[in-house]
């Protein structure tokens, strides 16, 4: 018999109890349990969530039966942003076992995708079982049909799939349009690749974070919200400089080559909305949150930098290759990465000097406050 008290925990990693049920995680207790299952169930009479919940139950009544000590109890992540879910799974989590008194853990699951919070389970209690319920089904072509059927009109699944071949459509058509067929596959490739990149990359969970950062901005009403937009429309600016710079410069060379053009355009103005954007949280910090002034306080610099290299390598590389009509020779080329090497460095050990200068400022003017 398992000495302590044991907790049956069913994870809903994707959060179906509560965007689809409208129910709140974490839920305690078997009753409690059950009303969740039949309002999922009510729901969406094939969600898969609504067998792990009914096993988390079975199992935690076949302990009670047993006479040891156990609750049961269900915690869900985020719908949308993994990210998010899985720090809202810890913090349930957290509470159910401070609420509980439980020492270990059965894990139950409808699936390996919530099987990735088992390290998030096991940080905070041990786990001595794990048991993942898979739902019997008939494999046939009606089936399957519908199994994909469903997975297009999940939200999460749609975006993943569905954009993509969206995108690549509508470029091919818009390459069709403006009479260069000979860049569409360039382009649809290109879009595509950026766009695996940003969901692969976690890009979109910082690019939700910084929509609420310019929520945040806006309700609170800071500098950075005004900073914020007007770095976004450099960047607007950047992209639509560089992509006028394929068309300017286009000409039968490789994949990498098409990005320095594309650079070569955009870097300056991207680093640009960088700095403008920096600036306006070093100001918001320097009338709201002075302590943590000197941790902001190298972001122009530094994004300065890397813009003034990324600017002469581009314009190195380029001439170098002897790109059509490219304004600059090789000589020219040469001066250009010498001058922004050195630029990006003065730069850098720029900031790094403020910043350290402005750490001593601060750490002399904590001791001298009165206690």
Same mark, same amino acid.
């Given at each position: ?7 049956? /925990? ?16 974490? &839920? ?22 609504? !067998?792990?919940? +009914?096993?988390? &139950?079975? @199992? ?20 949308m ?6 720090r ?7 509470? #159910? ?9 059965? &894990? ?13 389970v ?9 048991r993942?319920v ?6 046939? /072509? ?9 997975? /297009? !009109? ?11 071949l969206?995108?690549?459509?509508? /470029? ?14 360039? @382009?649809?490739?290109? %879009? ?9 990359l976690?890009?979109?969970? &910082?690019?939700?974070? +910084?929509? $609420? ?15 914020y ?5 450099l960047?607007? #600016? ?6 006028? !710079?394929?068309? #300017? ?35 918001? $910090?320097?009338?709201?949150?002075? $302590? ?8 122009? +610099? ?11 390598a ?7 290759? $002897? ?8 000589? %020219?080329?040469?001066?250009?990465? +010498? ?16 910043q ?16």
């Amino acid at each position: 018999m398992q000495e302590g008290r044991t907790l049956v /925990l069913s994870v809903d990693r994707d959060d179906d109890i509560g965007f689809k049920a409208g129910i709140e995680s974490p &839920v305690v207790g078997r009753e409690a349990c059950l009303r969740t299952a039949n309002a999922l169930g009510l729901a969406d009479p094939e969600d898969s969530d609504i !067998n792990a919940i +009914f096993q988390a &139950v079975a @199992i935690y009544d076949e302990l009670k039966a047993r006479g040891e000590e156990a609750e049961v109890a269900i915690v869900a992540g985020n719908h949308m942003r993994m990210i998010e879910g899985d720090r809202r799974i810890a913090h349930s989590l957290s509470q #159910v076992i401070e609420k509980s008194g439980v020492t270990n853990c059965i &894990v139950v699951t409808d699936g390996a995708e919530d099987e990735f919070v088992l390290p998030i389970v096991q940080s905070r209690l041990p786990v001595s079982s794990v048991r993942r319920v898979i739902v019997s089904q008939i494999p046939n /072509l009606e089936g399957t049909y519908y199994i994909i059927k469903k997975l /297009l !009109n999940d939200p999460k699944i749609a975006r993943l799939v569905l954009v993509p071949l969206g995108l690549a459509m509508l /470029l091919w058509a818009v390459a069709y349009l403006v009479d260069r067929p000979q860049i569409a596959t360039f @382009i649809v490739v290109g %879009a595509i690749g950026v766009y695996l990149l940003y969901r692969g990359l976690g890009i979109d969970e &910082v690019f939700s974070g +910084f929509v $609420n950062a310019l929520r945040t901005s806006l309700t609170r009403g800071k500098v950075s919200f005004i900073t914020y937009i007007a770095g976004i429309l450099l960047i607007v #600016v950047g992209l639509i400089m560089g992509l006028m !710079n394929l068309l #300017v410069f286009y000409a039968e060379v490789g994949l990498l080559l098409y990005l320095l053009i594309f650079m070569y355009g955009a870097v300056l103005w991207l680093a640009l909305a960088g700095i403008v954007s920096s600036i306006g949280i070093i100001i918001d $910090n320097f009338f709201y949150d002075r $302590n943590s002034l000197a941790k902001v306080i190298v972001f122009p +610099f530094f994004i300065g930098a890397v813009g003034l290299i990324t600017y002469g390598a581009s314009i190195y590389a380029l001439s170098m290759n $002897n790109i059509p009509d490219f304004p600059y020779d090789s000589g %020219a080329g040469v001066q250009y990465i +010498f001058y922004g090497t050195l630029g990006g460095l003065i730069c850098a050990f720029a900031g790094i000097g403020i910043q350290h200068v402005l750490y001593k400022y601060l750490a002399t003017g904590r001791r001298t406050e009165p206690t």
